[in-house]
């Protein structure tokens, strides 16, 4: 089975661009031959059941999507799913620093900040859909969470609300050689 492949696929493209990037399209080594043989007129059918095909490529072997078995379309995307799943550990790493802090309205200003910038960076490496920072990401750590019943039982909520980037859509470059001349086409 391919799985480990994949996985150091997965790895191999989350170090170098991030856990956000999805790992389809990227050559996998040290495969020979695949079997069985799949024909293309099966690759739509197991799209659709969020089967991820390994093909064979001009560029080598490589996974034609990266879909997951989530029957949520917003997490259907291993991409999605494996940025969710760096910010709840980032989330983790970041909020155990304020353990033991009473809370304040201080507190609450220096914990937003705290994850903005760790937001903020992410959003400078491509994790977020968006042309700023605004339109990608909000921390919220205000009254509007926090109640005064919240906080009377200990509890402090911070909510991040982030804009995933989606997958590439696909465009379409016809290229149409007439006579000498050739034109080249870029569609919907």
């Given at each position: 089975p391919p799985d480990g492949?994949?996985?150091?696929?997965?790895?191999k493209r989350s170090i170098l661009r991030?856990?956000?990037v999805a790992p389809a399209n990227e050559p996998i080594n040290g495969i020979v031959s695949l079997a069985p043989r799949i024909g293309s007129m099966w690759h739509l059918r197991f799209q659709n059941e969020q089967v991820n095909l390994l093909q064979q490529a001009p560029r080598g072997f490589v996974c034609m999507n990266s879909d997951t078995l989530?029957?949520?379309e917003d997490l259907r995307a291993i991409s999605v799913r494996r940025l969710l799943i760096l910010l709840r550990r980032l989330a983790l790493r970041l909020g155990a620093s304020y353990v033991f802090e009473p809370n304040s309205e201080a507190f609450q200003r220096r914990v937003q900040r705290g994850f903005e910038a760790m937001l903020q960076y992410m959003y400078e490496r491509g994790a977020f859909k968006?042309?700023?920072?605004?339109?990608?990401?909000?921390?919220v750590t205000d009254s509007t969470?926090?109640?005064?019943?919240?906080?009377?039982?200990g509890r402090f909520i911070v909510e991040l609300r982030v804009a995933p980037s989606l997958p590439m859509r696909f465009l379409t470059i016809r290229l149409i050689q007439s006579g000498d001349r050739t034109l080249v086409a870029l569609e919907g």
């Open positions: 492949a994949a996985c150091g696929v997965m790895a991030g856990a956000w989530s029957a949520e968006g042309s700023t920072p605004d339109a990608s990401f909000q921390v969470i926090n109640t005064p019943q919240s906080m009377e039982q």
